[in-house]
């Protein structure tokens, strides 16, 4: 470059093209280098910026964009799931759009917590460049160590560990939503199905909320642990014999639309309807629970936005744009439906 004094100043760097052409750092490599998921207008604006300002790339530097891999790493604990299944399709497309590759490990049904962690461990080995942990279950302690090497960000659950990023939806407040609503319809005794922590963070952070909003409400909760009815949302028949013994119960709160159709169908094999037998309520409104043939009461999360926020988190942390840690509830929202309705008397 040369200035209006005649003087050369010194050779253009990657910044300087990233500034003229109005993008980052990182889309500037990726685009002289001919990466996929960069788009043929941002090409060639790129090129153009370069073209004026005489940037020549160095050759250590283009070495160096040659090792990197363009790859996150995303631990799904259970891809089987609709949950899960969503979020991953969420992660994928997003990592697109912004240039990287996706690898998954995950389980299919039971994921052990050791094989989480080893999990880990390949995924870093396959030299990804961020990670992405979406598991329900999974120690955030077990986590930390692998933050603490490359970007990471936890998805889809509450954490507010100072040491790593996460994204969720609001579970605590999405508890307190169904259970406003349940108490707006005039029930007065609920069993709501509890969750232990260590079989799903997210699960058990819902149904203390219900527990606890429907209290305040002054509503008489039964609170019912599920391991002890198996802890299987397909085989629920004893818990719902259970509630159906107790009495005066009019509506029962599952800790997810899987447990609720579980709840159902139990209740369907005693004769039973909802809601005129029980009000029932699940959580997550994800499809295929989501249709209307099913019209279960439900509160619906955001997985579209937490798995692109999810994504833009980690990249703007490997592309150093980051300010830090940061921890984002995305509030979710009710979906009243055919599953619960006011007490029918008896």
């Not at 490990?105 to 880990?120: N, V």
Request: proline share 5%.
């Amino acid at each position: 470059m040369q200035n209006g004094m005649g003087h050369h100043d010194s050779a253009p760097t990657i910044h300087d093209v990233a500034a003229v052409a109005g993008v980052s750092k990182s889309v500037v490599s990726r685009a002289l280098a001919g990466s996929y998921g960069v788009a043929p207008a941002t090409v060639t604006r790129v090129k153009r910026a370069a073209a004026e300002i005489g940037y020549v790339a160095n050759a250590n530097a283009r070495g160096m964009s040659a090792r990197r891999t363009h790859t996150l790493g995303v631990l799904v604990r259970d891809a089987s799931t609709p949950f899960y299944g969503h979020l991953l399709t969420a992660f994928q497309l997003q990592a697109a759009a912004r240039g990287y590759r996706v690898v998954t490990a995950t389980g299919a049904g039971s994921f052990p917590i050791e094989d989480e962690r080893r999990a880990l461990e390949t995924l870093v080995s396959l030299r990804v460049e961020g990670l992405i942990v979406c598991s329900g279950a999974l120690p955030v302690e077990d986590v930390l160590p692998f933050a603490g090497r490359i970007p990471t960000v936890i998805a889809g659950r509450p954490e507010a560990n100072a040491s790593v990023s996460s994204v969720y939806c609001d579970e605590r407040g999405g508890g307190r939503g169904l259970a406003d609503h349940v108490a707006s319809l005039g029930h007065r005794r609920v069993a709501v199905l509890t969750v232990a922590p260590s079989a799903s963070i997210t699960q058990s952070a819902r149904t203390d909320a219900m527990v606890r909003q429907l209290r305040k409400h002054g509503v008489d909760v039964v609170r019912i642990r599920s391991e002890d009815h198996g802890a299987d949302p397909h085989d629920v028949d004893s818990f719902v014999e259970h509630v159906v013994g107790l009495g005066g119960v009019t509506a029962i709160m599952a800790p997810s639309d899987l447990w609720a159709i579980g709840v159902l169908e139990a209740m369907a094999r005693r004769g039973l309807r909802a809601p005129q037998d029980f009000s029932v309520t699940g959580y997550d409104h994800v499809w295929p629970y989501a249709t209307e043939l099913l019209g279960i009461t439900s509160w619906r999360q955001p997985l579209d936005v937490i798995g692109t926020l999810s994504v833009d988190d980690v990249v703007d942390q490997i592309d150093g744009r980051s300010s830090g840690t940061m921890h984002r509830a995305i509030d979710g929202e009710l979906v009243p439906a055919r599953t619960a309705g006011a007490p029918t008397v008896r």
